[in-house]
Every structure is written in C-alpha cells, then in structure tokens.
C-alpha cells in the first residue's frame, strides 16, 4: 500500500525524492516523509500528503546524495508525525523504510525491550530496525548482513530499504509479497515500489524477487542475493513506459484524465489481437496453453474490488459463448476457505497492479493445487505476471487515480477477447454470430469516444441534481448487473455516498424498503433480453417514488419516459455492453465527487495498490 523511493548516486537526492513521492501518492498518503545523509542524518516527516512533508522541509538541511523516501497508508499506528516512514533505530544509526507487515513484530518486540530497546512508535516498522540495530550490534556486521540474518526472523510481507548512517557507501533494499524495484541508471542507483519514480532516469530496471535482498553501492555494481545467502544475476528489464503518460495532461484529475483516455486504451487492448475482416481474436499469452484452458473442467476467477466486478462480466460472457462453468472469487476468501482446486481447472487471477497481496496468496494456493494459473495485470514485470503460468496484459499504460476507470474496461476487454477465442475453438458459437459480435467489438472505442463526448454535459447536470442524497442504488441484469456492482463502488469510493449495487429482480427482496422520494436509482436498461422485465423495476421504483436516472440504448422510447433522467449510449450486441455501460456511471461518480469537494484521486482511507492483507 505504501510507496518507498530511494536514491544513491552523484546527484541531490532530495529533488529526486520528493518528485518520486509524488508519483508513488496514490499507493498511500496519510503521511509522508524522507531520509537524507551528509555526513549527519536527517529525517524530516509529517502526517497528511506529500505537498505537507514539503513545507514542513522548506528551508532545512537537505543537501546529500544518498536517501530514502516514504508514504503512507497506515496499517500498525494511527496516522501521525511519530508514526510515520522512516524510522530509526535506537542508537540513531540506522534508518528504514517499509511497505507491508509484520506479523510477528509483537514477539519481536517484547525480546527486543528485554535487551533494553525503547520503542517510540505504535508501528511494527519501528520493531525491525531495532532489530536490524540489535543483530548488528551483537556481530559487528555490515548493514546488508544484519538486514539478511533479521529478515530470516519475521514472518509477514515487506518491502524495505535501510540507509545506515555509517556505512554511507551503500543502499540495502529487500522484498517479499510486497514489490521494489531497482533502477539502474549511470554511477547511480533507484529503489521505488514501482517504475513510475524511476522512468524519468532511467529505463533499465531490475524486479527484486520474494527474498532477495539487493545492495546498492555508490560505487560498483549492484549485488543481489537470497535471504539464505545465495546470490542472484540480476536479469535487467527495459520500461516501455512514457512519461508523459504518468502527468495530468491539463486535466483537473488523473481520473477525469483516465476515464477519457478508455477509447484510446481499450483500443490498446485490442489491437494485435482482433481483425473481424479477417475474422480471428488471438491472445499470445494463451497460444501454448490453448487446448488446456479450452478443455478445462471448470474456470475459477479470483480477483479484489473492481477486478472482480470484471470477472463478474467474464462468467457471463464465457459461460454465454465459451459454455465453460465459471466460478469468481473474491481472492481474500478463496485463499482461506479450503476450496476444491482440481488439475483440470484453470485460474485466471485479475489484478490492476500485478501486486494484490491476497490474489496473489490465492495463486500459490492454486499452483500447489496443480491448476493452471492465468494473469490478467496491467504493470508490467508485476509478481502476478512474473508468478502465474501465462497471461496477458491489458495495455491501459499507468492508472494513477486510486478508483479504476481505464484498467476495469480494459480487463472487461482482455476477458471479451479471451471469451471470443474460445468460443470460437470450442464450437459454442454460430460462425455469423461470432463474425458480428468481433464487428461490433472493434466499433467499441469509437463509440467509447463518440459516448464521451455527447454525454458529458448531461452527465454533469444530472450529478448536480443528485449530489446531495445520502444513498444510492444501482441495479442492472444479466451483463450490466456488474456495471451495476461497479457504478456503487465508484460513488462510494470517490463521494462518499453510501451505494449499494443489486441485480434488478433482487429489489424486492430487500432493497425496496429504502426507496422514497431522495434515493437515486440508477438502472442500467441496455439488456435486449431482459428489457420488459427492467421497465417493470422502474414502474416499481416509480410507484415508491425513487429517483430514477436510467442508461438506455440510444434512441429508446419505451424506458426513456419511464425515467427522471436518462443517459444514452450507442447501440451493441448485448455482451458488449459493459464497456458503454459502465462510463456514464464512472462520469457521474466523478462529477458528484468534485461537486461534494472530495478529493477524486485521493479518497479518504484507500490507496491504489493492496499489497498487504
């Protein structure tokens, strides 16, 4: 969750560091904080947002080379000046970083204030360079030695990186369940959680691995070994990432920004792997293991938050034109609830960052199990691409705002594509059927582009309207009932307005209690299939007198006057709806969101990337 950059080299790492933190911000900002050495150690940290840690150092000791650099979503310890990165050791030699947990810290802990350590924080940060401190000062060994022997004592996930006040000539960083990167750049050296802080300087990165630990020198080349003391070649990786891509673009938000960038990246996603006029939808990543994942008994799905609303549309679609059985769990349950995992099964694990902590406990779970296990991610040399069997990524390029808008509709489309593949080599599908459905698929991002552009302003005045209500209910069937799930996890991510998504017919089982004349009832009615049995919904919203705001299929004349306000998107074949679907409901979202003053890229309490549990 917490993002960590570091550098050593020739240059001021300050600069370096507070841009770096701004780039890392979506992964965490209840605090922030830095580490410099010159000759003398200075830490300088502040509870809120990275711009607070700014002028809080205005004017301070911030001359030096070497340095690392933190923030925060807090886990152990409220948010607050004491307990935010980095913290020190007890003889204020030793310094650190870290993203994730550790789950032994109390034991830890309890040994440690035996042998005289006093603990200033409520953090088990503090716990693991005290014993860093601890183990060091017993054998009189090098930083990166005492890092090595105490990581073979905690239990828990991390990502750190320790500066040792005397031992100035090195960086020691160190992974497991939780991501670092190493940059490699000339007479100089980067530690980040992900390439975003890195890419300005240099494109040549090295992913670290579950336990190992790498030392950066100041001079010399970069080593890295496991935590039982073998060492490792580094395996360098080139970026293939713009930095432009990572800035607003004179966008207000990232996510106003990424919402209109889906024409262009769901268009990413497809190209190379869709030609109708040829009529052939093709996925590299799932040519060796084809036949397999065509013949498979059964697909489980597991995912967290929107990646599982999109493999919610994926058992739809591969159940409907694929006829495989689908199963999508929720990766926090799935990894703890002794599921029956077979050889024949195949599991698609779907994550945004690559680094979702339970999905990925759920893919060990899955390969001890002997299943085939399949990634769909969207950052590249992420531990879920580098972990599972084979995948494929979604090409949406860098997601900065915390609520998913480009890379959910990416996934929708990676897992569309995947559904046409193997209806197409199981037989499932009529040859004209499949032939319309990759027409109509490649007219997507056009129509994504033209839907934007036309429906803004509605969009706009239509949040105005409804942004004071307190709640909000969502329905939708068939394949928009996700869109439905997906459209009230975006309020309530970004508003704060309480929002619950429901399959339509479910309404009256419950639901139907809480509408009156303030509750908004967003319905998504683009279903062919079930397009009598939604207006009925409506007619029973209406009866209770909800506010009804409807998406409809362009030109509808039957639900449109049904409705208090209506949304339109361009007509499709009935499977693709999703990807139309769900952009008015990301649209309103944010307009509320910005009308009620929140912060849409930073709501309160989230970050980007859950990496620890």
Not at 19 to 32: I, K, V
Not at 101 to 118: D, F, R, S
Not at 257 to 286: F, Y
Request: glycine content about 8%.
């Amino acid at each position: 969750m917490c993002g960590i950059v570091a550098y050593i080299g020739e240059k001021e790492a300050y600069p370096i560091l507070i841009n770096g933190l701004r780039r890392l911000e979506y992964r965490g900002y209840d605090s922030a904080g830095v580490a410099i050495l010159n000759g003398e150690l200075n830490i300088y940290k502040k509870k809120g947002k990275v711009l607070d840690l700014e002028r809080v150092v205005n004017g301070m000791k911030l001359e030096g080379n070497i340095g690392i650099g933190h923030t925060r979503w807090a886990t152990h310890g409220k948010p607050d000046d004491v307990n935010a990165h980095p913290h020190l050791s007890g003889n204020h030699r030793i310094t650190l970083v870290h993203n994730g947990i550790i789950e032994n810290y109390a034991l830890l802990k309890a040994a440690l204030e035996k042998e005289g350590h006093v603990f200033e924080t409520e953090t088990d940060t503090e716990v693991l360079v005290h014993l860093i401190e601890e183990i060091q000062r017993q054998d009189d060994l090098p930083i990166e030695e005492a890092v090595r022997i105490a990581l073979t004592k905690v239990v828990g996930a991390y990502a750190i990186v320790v500066l040792d006040r005397d031992d100035p000539g090195k960086l020691v960083g160190a992974r497991k369940a939780s991501p670092l990167v190493v940059g490699i750049g000339e007479g100089e050296y980067f530690l980040a959680s992900d390439a975003t802080p890195i890419i300005e300087h240099t494109k040549k990165v090295v992913y670290l691995n579950d336990e190992e630990i790498a030392v950066l020198p100041r001079q010399g080349e970069l080593q890295i070994k496991t935590i039982s003391n073998e060492v490792q070649t580094p395996f360098i990786h080139e970026l293939d990432m713009e930095i432009e891509r990572l800035e607003k673009g004179g966008y207000d938000y990232f996510m106003l920004k990424e919402i209109n960038e889906q024409s262009q990246t769901i268009a990413d996603c497809m190209r190379g792997r869709l030609n109708a006029a040829e009529g052939w939808v093709r996925l590299g990543g799932m040519e060796q293991y084809a036949n397999r994942i065509a013949q498979a008994d059964r697909l489980i799905i597991v995912a967290c938050g929107t990646s599982w609303h999109s493999g919610l549309i994926a058992e739809y679609l591969i159940e409907d034109l694929a006829r495989i059985p689908v199963e999508v769990e929720y990766a926090s349950e799935f990894r703890y609830r002794n599921p029956i995992i077979r050889e024949n099964d195949v599991v698609i694990a779907i994550s945004q960052s690559g680094e979702t902590a339970d999905t990925l406990a759920a893919i060990e779970l899955a390969k001890e199990k002997g299943a085939l296990v399949y990634g769909i991610v969207n950052v590249v040399g992420s531990s879920i691409a580098r972990l599972t069997d084979a995948g494929s990524y979604i090409h949406a390029g860098p997601e900065i705002g915390v609520a998913s808008t480009k890379a959910f509709t990416g996934q929708v489309t990676l897992l569309t594509l995947m559904a046409l593949n193997l209806a197409y080599r199981r037989g499932t599908i009529a040859k004209s059927y499949y032939q319309q459905l990759l027409n109509e698929f490649e007219k997507i991002p056009q129509k994504v582009a033209d839907l934007l552009t036309r429906s803004k302003d509605k969009i706009e005045y239509i949040a105005g309207e409804v942004k004071d209500a307190p709640n909000a209910l969502y329905l939708g069937r068939g394949y928009n009932f996700p869109v439905a799930l997906e459209g009230a996890l975006k309020l309530k991510e970004i508003s704060y307005i309480h929002a619950e998504g429901y399959p339509a017919a479910e309404m009256k089982h419950g639901p139907i209690a809480l509408i009156d004349e303030n509750m908004p009832v967003l319905v998504v009615t683009t279903n062919k299939s079930a397009y009598e049995k939604i207006a009925s919904n409506i007619q029973e919203v209406k009866a209770r007198k909800g506010i009804v705001i409807a998406v409809v299929t362009e030109g509808d004349e039957i639900i449109a006057p049904m409705a208090d306000y209506t949304i339109e998107i361009p007509d499709t074949e009935e499977p693709l709806t999703p990807l139309l679907s769900v952009v008015p409901l990301q649209l309103l979202s944010y307009h509320i969101a910005v009308m009620r003053g929140c912060n849409v890229d930073q709501p309160r309490n989230l970050a980007k990337s859950v990496t620890v549990e």
